[in-house]
């Protein structure tokens, strides 16, 4: 089954300091990935998305991820946090066996706390 | 400007009492979806529709349905709420593709007593 991890409930940084959230994933094929974001009281916007090709991925805001195959990962990163960066943050990979083709399954989300 | 909107964005109602929660997209999209966020469980699917009257269950589809009766709308309909039918409530739509990302509504939050 596919399936999508988020090892961490929540992460805090510093603002100014370099920023991980973690994905890991676990697919049949060649994995579709994506990166959103929710502040409070909206829906979740794209941020990034990883096909195919390099494997470092550049998005919205100053986001960055990079996929490893061989670790299953991908992780998002931003090289320096800024407080509006604090949101709930989704990994998500596109379920090719059901839902359409379309279909995402999402991991359980991330918060992300940046501290001034 | 391209959107998709939900309404309502919060309901408290009664077990029982039969409910629709519209979602309505302007970009033409052909793909629907609609998922329920909850704690820790990130975000699963409950319907899907691929095009016009192409409708399909998806991961937790007990106690909904939907149409598709125009491109644009997709509702959700709870015939007989239920307590554990609370939630926090997403409807999407994005092209037709596995690259395409999906456009979210900013969510209805239903509280079912």
């Known amino acids: 089954a596919q399936s999508v991890a988020q090892p961490e409930d929540q992460v805090n940084v510093a603002e100014g300091n370099p920023l991980t959230v973690k994905c890991t994933y676990s697919?049949?094929?060649?994995?579709?990935l994506f990166w959103y974001v929710q502040y409070p009281n909206r829906g979740l916007q794209f941020l990034l998305k990883?096909?195919?090709?390099?494997?470092l991925v550049k998005g919205s805001y100053g986001f960055e991820a990079e996929f490893n195959k061989s670790q299953t990962s991908f992780h998002l990163k931003k090289p320096s946090a800024l407080v509006s960066d604090s949101a709930l943050y989704f990994c998500?990979?596109?379920?090719?066996?059901?839902?359409?083709?379309?279909?995402?399954?999402f991991g359980a989300g991330t918060r992300l706390a940046v501290h001034p | 400007e391209a959107q998709v909107t939900q309404n309502p964005r919060y309901l408290i109602t009664v077990t029982g009492k039969k409910l629709t929660v519209t979602c309505s997209q302007n970009?033409?999209?052909?793909?629907m979806s609609w998922y329920r966020q909850d704690p820790g469980l990130g975000l699963r699917q409950i319907y899907y529709?691929?095009?016009?009257?192409?409708?399909d269950k998806g991961d937790v589809p007990e106690g909904y349905k939907v149409s598709r009766k125009e491109k644009r709308n997709f509702p959700l309909i709870l015939e007989s709420p239920s307590p554990n039918q609370t939630s926090l409530y997403f409807c999407?739509?994005?092209?037709?593709?596995?690259?395409?990302?999906?456009?979210f509504g900013d969510g209805t939050r239903l509280s079912i007593l």
């Open positions: 999407a739509s994005s092209l037709q593709g596995g690259n395409q990302p999906q456009h």
């Open positions: 697919v049949s094929g060649n994995p579709y």
């Open positions: 990883y096909i195919t090709g390099d494997n």
């Open positions: 998500a990979v596109r379920d090719f066996s059901s839902g359409g083709y379309n279909k995402l399954i």
């Open positions: 970009m033409n999209h052909e793909y």
């Open positions: 529709s691929m095009n016009v009257e192409v409708t």
